[in-house]
């Protein structure tokens, strides 16, 4: 299974972008669970939000309100719909899922054994 986050870009103060997450391969049989994550350089990577089988999300207290997870199994693909960014929100962002079913959502890295190669959002006027 691989993961192919998309959707990056810079964007202004206020402004919006949808990443994308689009799984692939034949062992691909359904998202048990996503988790989108980021990472600024020189820091720790956090936990952003998540979706688990069932349809629960959660986000994290700086995505709540603004950042929006969700996902289209038919089209395998997950999303995070961030809106009134900021440039503190500026960092690579990553999507991740897992191997077998698990049915709890998490933000926690270590839940999760398949990653995407990241794409970079950029806020800033």
């Known amino acids: 299974v691989q993961l192919q986050a998309s959707g990056g870009g810079w964007v202004q103060p206020g402004g919006s972008l949808r990443l994308s997450c689009a799984a692939s391969g034949p062992d691909f049989v359904d998202f048990y669970g996503v988790g989108w994550f980021r990472q600024v350089a020189g820091k720790e990577r956090e936990g952003v939000s998540c979706?688990?089988?069932?349809?629960?999300?959660a986000n994290e207290d700086f995505a709540e309100g603004r950042f929006t997870i969700s996902r289209d199994d038919k089209k395998k693909t997950a999303y995070l719909q961030m809106d009134n960014l900021k440039p503190e929100d500026t960092a690579v962002y990553y999507c991740?899922?897992?191997?077998?079913?698990?049915?709890?959502?998490?933000?926690?890295?270590?839940?999760?054994?398949?990653w995407g190669q990241g794409t970079l959002v950029t806020v800033s006027s």
């Open positions: 979706i688990s089988i069932d349809g629960t999300t």
């Open positions: 991740a899922t897992r191997a077998r079913p698990a049915f709890d959502c998490s933000t926690v890295g270590d839940s999760y054994d398949i």
